[in-house]
């Protein structure tokens, strides 16, 4: 008899981080996930976010409440037929005028 394996199907999430050159390196913040990190060098700060958000959607996942994080990014289960996820969730620079 062959068991089946229901098989997770990985899809591409594509997320908004905030970078900001800091006196000693680099600090970055996912605004969608409220999950920072930091690093001595762009590259490296952008790798340890990375590393930071895939652990907290697996964390999310163990815990049970996976559910709960894609319904505060604004994905669906529809969401996952599409090949690349975009969050429902949109940034935009707005230019600000002050006078000092």
Do not use: H, R
């Amino acid at each position: 008899m062959l068991k089946t394996l229901k098989a997770k199907m990985t899809k591409q999430i594509l997320l908004t981080v905030v970078v900001k050159e800091e006196e000693k390196g680099y600090s970055v913040i996912c605004p969608e996930l409220n999950v920072a990190s930091q690093g001595e060098t762009f590259e490296e700060t952008i790798s340890n976010i990375k590393e930071a958000i895939e652990l907290y959607i697996e964390s999310a996942e163990q815990l049970g409440i996976i559910d709960e994080v894609l319904e505060q990014l604004g994905i669906s289960k529809e969401d996952f037929e599409k090949d690349k996820i975009l969050p429902k969730i949109v940034t935009a620079n707005v230019p600000i005028e002050i006078a000092i």
